[in-house]
């Protein structure tokens, strides 16, 4: 499995970026990609995450904002977007595609951790 982020990069406080994630190495069935991020001095927390099926799932902090969607490509890649939309400084951290465990509860998308991640984006909003 091998996953490759892009996209990140310097934008300002309320402004928008798009980060992409490149998924090969496995056909996306029963799957999720994931996006986490660690700020400095934090722990790595869970962004967004989506399945094959197109269940998402949001954290609080970004819900509103950040939108989540997929190429829905079965074959060699799949590709996987963050738009991430008002950003503020909160949003400051390095971004990680993932692919994690993922499970269904009440009919909502829950995904874990993961044996997969890319080597992370930077992503930095400045005031």
């Known amino acids: 499995v091998q996953l490759v982020e892009s996209g990140g990069g310097l934008v300002q406080a309320g402004g928008s970026l798009k980060l992409a994630c490149a998924a090969s190495?496995?056909?996306?069935?029963?799957?999720?990609i994931a996006w986490f991020r660690q700020a400095p001095g934090k722990n790595r927390e869970i962004v967004s995450c989506i399945s094959d099926r197109g269940n998402t799932y949001y954290a609080d902090s970004v819900k509103g904002r950040f939108t989540i969607s997929s190429d829905n490509a079965k074959d060699t890649v799949h590709t996987v977007y963050l738009h991430m939309n008002n950003v503020s400084t909160e949003d400051t951290a390095v971004y990680y595609c993932a692919s994690p465990r993922h499970w269904i509860v009440a009919g909502n998308l829950r995904c874990g951790e993961s044996h997969y991640w890319g080597q992370g984006t930077q992503v930095t909003v400045s005031t």
């Open positions: 190495g496995f056909i996306f069935e029963d799957a999720a």
